[in-house]
């Protein structure tokens, strides 16, 4: 089975800190995602990767940056992070482009 | 704009009330249209692909059905379990995004 580990469950960050969310995947899989979950709005792509050093906006990108330095980890980054950021955060990795996602159990950040 | 729209946004069934999930979708070009299942502090859990009008998916007591402009994903004699999140997202055009539904909420009680 595909795991997606995202490196926290939980993290409580103080508005203007640079914050780190950590995703590996352990399944040699070519594309990356991050997303953000809200009640009533869904899922909304933040970032995504289709390889490594590469990223493409998703759609909501403001107010964060990735990195995806090698194959299995992709790393989003709050640089100045806002309490409107307080969110689910969730990872997720597939295979090739159109085959299903697979997702880690999500990283719940408050940010006071 | 790709638009996803699930309906209801909350079902409660008793245990054995067979039911269906709504999505209706507004893509142009639709390449394939995906079922997750999110329990609570979880992420999603794929269940279903499809990706054509008349195509059918089975999985225990789910059943997921697609037209041209909706997906259905009928639950049969449903058990307490079944209760989660259901999350309907499409995907289309060129790209390699996906555009999530809000989810519908699903309560079985025994």
């Known amino acids: 089975d595909v795991k997606v580990t995202q490196s926290s469950r939980y993290l409580v960050k103080r508005t203007g800190e640079k914050v780190f969310l950590e995703c590996v995947q352990d399944m040699d899989h070519e594309n990356m995602f991050w997303y953000r979950q809200d009640p009533g709005l869904g899922l909304r792509l933040i970032y995504f990767?289709?390889?490594?050093?590469?990223?493409e906006k998703g759609d909501i990108p403001e107010g964060y940056s990735v990195s995806r330095e090698k194959k299995e980890r992709f790393s989003l980054i709050l640089e100045s992070a806002s309490t409107n950021q307080t969110s689910m955060y969730l990872c997720?990795?597939?295979?090739?482009?159109?085959?299903?996602?697979?997702f880690g159990n999500g990283t719940r950040l408050t940010v006071t | 704009e790709d638009q996803v729209t699930q309906s209801p946004e909350a079902l409660r069934l008793q245990e054995g009330e067979s039911s269906s999930l709504n999505c209706s979708y507004t893509?142009?070009?639709?390449?394939?249209l995906f079922w997750y299942r999110q329990d609570p502090g979880k992420g999603p859990e794929f269940l279903f692909t499809?990706?054509?009008a008349g195509e059918e998916k089975e999985k225990e007591r789910l059943k997921a059905t697609l037209t041209k402009k909706e997906s259905f994903l009928h639950i049969t004699a449903p058990k307490p379990e079944d209760s989660a999140t259901y999350l309907c997202?499409?995907?289309?055009?060129?790209?390699?995004?996906?555009?999530f539904g809000a989810g519908t909420i699903l309560r079985v009680k025994s």
């Open positions: 990767s289709y390889d490594v050093k590469m990223k």
């Open positions: 997720a990795s597939s295979y090739i482009r159109g085959s299903p996602l697979h």
């Open positions: 893509v142009s070009g639709l390449r394939g």
């Open positions: 499809l990706y054509s």
């Open positions: 997202a499409v995907q289309a055009g060129s790209g390699n995004k996906l555009v």
